[in-house]
């Protein structure tokens, strides 16, 4: 749930479940005997609140918290072994531990690189190139989970629903437009990719112009259809309205060229009302008017008639 540098971001930090990075680096070696020595908190990575370390060893590592469960985090950790096998630059998972909570410890591989600065054309470029290495990836692992759409009202938060109702009659108009798009919306995500599960600015790194790594996997890897994610980078383009600076315009104009080209218009349809409600439901829960203003101009862009 990208909020760069904002009001919104900082809500969110509470997430670190009462614990500073020195803590969790604690709770770690509480329960492993690893070692890890704290060098300080990342500067991106959008969901993991990423915590840099280092073993005894002297080699770098990320230390991240999942909410997924401890069966999905291996899973996970064996895919992403699978994809850097075939060259791909995603991070190994060094280190797996419970930690309490529901959440889970990832000890993993310090990628060389840094977010680009700002979101432009030849960027869009180069995670779309990335995100095409990605197909077909999970052909031959069943076991991966399908995401659902989630756009069927069957499908909908009530608590998120009930707020955004109360939020005016912007909202109740969006609420029944997805309605609408979900009555002939596939279920899932369908597809056999690896789908990245949060494929924002922060969460892929750059070095000499190219893709050095793909992070931020801590809600687990999904089998899916990989273009949702390219759909999901809209997310960055919109808080740009909010908090300007890191997207130039031509990265508009490149993205809608993409997925117009890659997603056939009902599919890009679903998918456009699949991102927005997700924005829609948590920033509603959240509290943000801000947040559920920015994203109910996101579906009134492609899902007013």
């Known amino acids: 749930m990208s909020d760069p540098d904002g009001e919104v971001a900082r809500q969110l930090a509470r997430g670190d479940g009462g614990l500073d990075p020195a803590g969790q680096v604690a709770a770690v070696n509480a329960r492993t005997g690893a070692g890890l020595t704290l060098v300080g908190r990342a500067e991106h990575g959008d969901s993991g ?9 002297g080699r770098p590592g990320v230390l991240t918290r999942s909410p997924a469960s401890l069966e999905r985090v291996r899973q996970t950790a064996e895919v992403l072994a699978g994809l850097r096998a075939d060259g791909l630059p995603v991070p190994r998972h060094d280190l797996i531990v419970e930690l309490g909570g529901g959440v889970v410890g990832i000890v993993q591989e310090r990628l060389p690189g840094h977010p680009a600065e700002r979101l432009d054309a030849a960027t869009i470029d180069a995670m779309v190139e990335i995100n095409e290495r990605f197909a077909g990836g999970l052909a031959d692992r069943t076991d991966v989970p399908v995401p659902e759409l989630g756009i069927r009202e069957e499908s909908w938060d009530p608590r998120a629903v009930a707020l955004l109702r109360e939020h005016g009659p912007r909202a109740r108009r969006m609420l029944d437009r997805i309605r609408e798009v979900g009555e002939s919306a596939p279920l899932r995500i369908d597809g056999d990719d690896v789908l990245h599960p949060d494929l924002t600015l922060g969460n892929v790194l750059y070095e000499s112009g190219r893709v050095t790594g793909v992070v931020d996997w801590n809600w687990g890897v999904e089998r899916g259809d990989r273009r949702f994610a390219l759909v999901r ?31 056939e218009p009902d599919l890009l349809r679903a998918y456009w009302a699949g991102v927005t409600l997700g924005q829609l439901s948590h920033w509603s829960i959240e509290g943000s008017k801000v947040a559920v203003d920015l994203f109910l101009r996101l579906g009134e862009s492609r899902l007013t008639p």
């Open 233 to 263: 980078i809209y997310i960055d383009l919109y808080w740009s309205l909010v908090y300007p600076g890191r997207v130039d315009p031509s990265a508009w104009e490149r993205l809608d060229t993409v997925v117009e080209t890659l997603i």
């Open 49 to 57: 609140g990423a915590v840099y370390v280092r073993w005894p060893d």
